[in-house]
């Protein structure tokens, strides 16, 4: 049973101009003739990786990636703190996926959303349904105000990992902590390097915790990077991630004819697989797996395989 692919280098890559001052990052691997593909990553804010190019046969696919809005390689970047956040939000995103297809003159194509990256694929699918050929997400994100409060309130996620949440929580004065989003906002956006670094490291810390089911060592970010990412998935999850009142499985009815596959770990502590469930529920076409031995993370064994198994597959059935 295959794992994942090798590692493979972009064949082309640019900027594009989005409007309001943005230009994003794209990269585009594998076959020029082939199957197109959509890789969308996480954080929001996380950017591209290049190990994300390894759940597609390069052989086959015409794989492209973006680092989305303020983040990666696209600029203006948010670890600049005077850098505005005002025109990055999940319509613009969508947008953003759109002037990009059309710029790479592809007609439709397979999106592949992992984290935030399964709330922006399901965005921009039920957007534009037409565009889209197939779906695989992982590690389902609804972004609802009870998803939100399982991350950022005691009575959720800190049970499992209360030095983690002790960690997060000790910055914070004990009379702002009622509103623990709103009160690392207030610290995240402030000029002074001396209290927004501070924040964003206590912030990307209980962020980066608990991304996989056994602990690995997060990755290394500098004080920019730290920032962007910190700055951007904070002003996603203090506006419920831009998202329409009546949220994602409402609009479920205008893609549930797209072929979907949808995996989530067991013990997936980030978004847990309740969410993914409500989502089959709502799709009960979706193809659903829950992986018994997995957390969050799109890399651990089991979550790939199947991730690898559904582009196979998709490739296959042209």
């Given at each position: 049973m295959k794992d994942w692919y090798p590692l493979v280098e972009p064949y082309d890559r640019g900027m594009l101009g989005v409007g309001d001052g943005n230009e994003i990052y794209w990269e585009t691997c594998g076959s020029p003739g082939g199957k197109p593909a959509l890789f969308l990553h996480g954080g929001p804010g996380g950017g591209v990786l290049p190990a994300n190019r390894r759940f597609f046969d390069p052989s086959g696919y015409r794989l492209v990636?973006?680092?989305q809005r303020n983040c990666g390689r696209s600029r203006p970047f948010a670890g600049d703190p005077a850098v505005s956040l005002e025109h990055n939000t999940t319509p613009r995103l969508v947008a953003d996926i759109e002037r990009l297809r059309e710029h790479l003159g592809i007609e439709r194509w397979l999106v592949f959303g992992g984290s935030w990256g399964s709330t922006l694929a399901l965005a921009y699918a039920q957007a534009?349904?037409?565009?889209?050929t197939e779906l695989v997400l992982r590690g389902v994100w609804l972004v609802r105000p009870s998803d939100e409060a399982w991350g950022f309130t005691p009575q959720g996620a800190a049970h499992l990992f209360p030095a983690e949440w002790a960690a997060f929580c000790d910055?914070?004065?004990?009379a702002e902590r009622g509103d623990l989003v709103a009160a690392y906002g207030r610290r995240i956006c402030d000029p002074d390097p001396a209290v927004h670094l501070p924040a964003a490291r206590a912030w990307m810390g209980w962020e980066l915790s608990a991304n996989t089911l056994l602990p690995v060592e997060p990755p290394e970010l500098d004080d920019a990077a730290l920032l962007s990412?910190?700055?951007?998935?904070?002003?996603?999850i203090g506006n419920g991630g831009f998202l329409p009142?009546?949220?994602l499985l409402a609009g479920v009815d205008r893609i549930r004819h797209i072929p979907a596959v949808i995996v989530n770990g067991r013990y997936d502590v980030k978004t847990p697989p309740a969410q993914a469930w409500d989502l089959h529920r709502a799709?009960?076409?979706?193809?659903?797996?829950i992986v018994e031995d997995a957390g969050h993370g799109g890399s651990e064994p089991g979550i790939r395989r199947l991730l690898v198994q559904a582009t196979d597959r998709f490739l296959a059935a042209g």
């Open positions: 990636l973006f680092d534009y349904p037409e565009r889209v910055p914070i004065p004990e990412f910190a700055r951007i998935t904070h002003h996603y009142p009546e949220g799709w009960p076409e979706a193809e659903f797996h």
